[in-house]
Nanobody
Framework: QVQLVESGGGLVQAGGSLRLSCAAS????????LAWFRQGPGKEREFVAA????????NYADSVKGRFTISRDNAKNTMYLQMNSLEPEETAVYYC??????????????WGQGTQVTVSS
């Protein structure tokens, strides 16, 4: 079993930046990849970015390319999401997720509790 805990959310002005963290514990050796999702009020959960644990290969939603950067520190069992030029429409609860197998698209095995990001105009 893998446990995931997000942190770093908060209030930021439009155009500002924020860095989210996701700390993994438990059977972290079984993790193939990690990802960030978000869910705004009244909206469906949306894929944001993903990274493979060992190789560091990344994938981004088109809406965040060039503004967000996903990274990981294997020694600290932690994944990060650097968010720049934030817009009010990106106000959402941001979730960390982990998968243990390379196939399955957006089907993830473990989820964190989420952290609130609010972007004011």
């Amino acid at each position: 079993q893998v446990q995931l805990v997000e942190s770093g959310g908060g209030l930021v002005q439009a155009g500002g930046s924020l860095r989210l963290s996701c700390a993994a514990s438990g059977r972290t050796f079984s993790i193939y990849g990690l990802a960030w999702f978000r869910q705004g009020p009244g909206k469906e959960r949306e894929f944001v970015a993903a990274i493979t644990w060992l190789g560091g290969s990344t994938n981004y939603a088109d809406s965040v390319k060039g503004r967000f950067t996903i990274s990981r520190d294997n020694a600290k069992n932690t994944m990060y999401l650097q968010m720049n030029s934030l817009e009010p429409e990106e106000t959402a609860v941001y979730y960390c997720a982990a998968r243990v197998r390379p196939q399955g698209g957006d089907k993830y095995d473990y989820w964190g509790q989420g952290t609130q990001v609010t972007v004011s105009s």
